[in-house]
């Protein structure tokens, strides 16, 4: 009898970890579908992802998609699937290889250069403003002529 309990005990303790596992896997997996729907475009218009997109070809390629996980199929191996099929543009992001890795660094380089330009204009409006210079002294050979033209317009 004591034996049962025990028995039952860990058997239901065996039965709730395989059904927390599975539980985790199929999570898992429609996290993975999720996250495939929401990377590849529909094809008939090119304009949404095929988890929002309502056509039948959107809804052909969930299907295809949840088949694929299904099968064990890893997120690498089915983007590379429907990039076989309809070229790089079926992907909401690019890759980053090749000429598409300018749409991740131009961004930064724009707003890193926005930054230094947006500081040397504020540096710039900060500056105090230029010192003026003082009247030159006059030349000692000019100096007689001007008080002899000073005497001449007083004399006037």
Same mark, same amino acid.
Request: with cysteine; proline share 6%; glycine share 4%.
């Given at each position: 009898?004591?034996? /049962?309990?025990?028995?039952?005990?860990?058997? &239901?303790?065996v039965?709730l /970890?395989?059904? !927390?596992? #599975? &539980?985790?896997e199929?999570d !898992?997996?429609?996290?993975?579908?999720?996250?495939? *729907?929401?990377?590849?475009?529909?094809?008939?218009? $090119?304009?949404?992802p095929?988890s929002?997109h *309502?056509?039948?070809?959107?809804?052909?390629m969930?299907?295809?998609?949840?088949? @694929?996980?299904?099968?064990g @199929?890893?997120?690498?191996?089915i983007?590379?699937?429907?990039?076989?099929?309809?070229g *790089?543009r079926i992907?909401a992001?690019p890759?980053?290889? &090749?000429?598409?890795? /300018?749409?991740?660094?131009?961004? $930064?380089?724009?707003?890193? #250069?926005?930054? $230094?330009? /947006?500081?040397? +204009? %504020?540096r710039k409006?900060?500056? =105090?403003a =230029?010192?003026t210079? =003082?009247t030159?002294? =006059?030349?000692?050979?000019?100096?007689?002529?001007?008080?002899?033209? +000073?005497?001449? %317009? *007083?004399?006037?």
């Amino acid at each position: 009898m004591r034996f /049962l309990k025990c028995f039952s005990i860990y058997s &239901g303790l065996v039965l709730l /970890l395989t059904a !927390a596992v #599975f &539980g985790a896997e199929n999570d !898992a997996d429609t996290a993975m579908i999720r996250d495939i *729907e929401d990377h590849l475009i529909a094809p008939c218009c $090119w304009t949404q992802p095929i988890s929002q997109h *309502e056509s039948g070809v959107s809804a052909q390629m969930r299907n295809e998609v949840r088949k @694929m996980v299904a099968a064990g @199929m890893s997120r690498e191996e089915i983007m590379d699937h429907f990039v076989a099929q309809y070229g *790089e543009r079926i992907l909401a992001t690019p890759r980053p290889e &090749g000429f598409n890795r /300018l749409v991740y660094i131009l961004p $930064w380089v724009a707003l890193a #250069f926005g930054a $230094w330009l /947006l500081f040397a +204009l %504020l540096r710039k409006l900060r500056a =105090p403003a =230029p010192a003026t210079f =003082p009247t030159p002294e =006059p030349d000692d050979r000019y100096a007689s002529l001007i008080e002899k033209e +000073l005497k001449d %317009l *007083e004399e006037k």
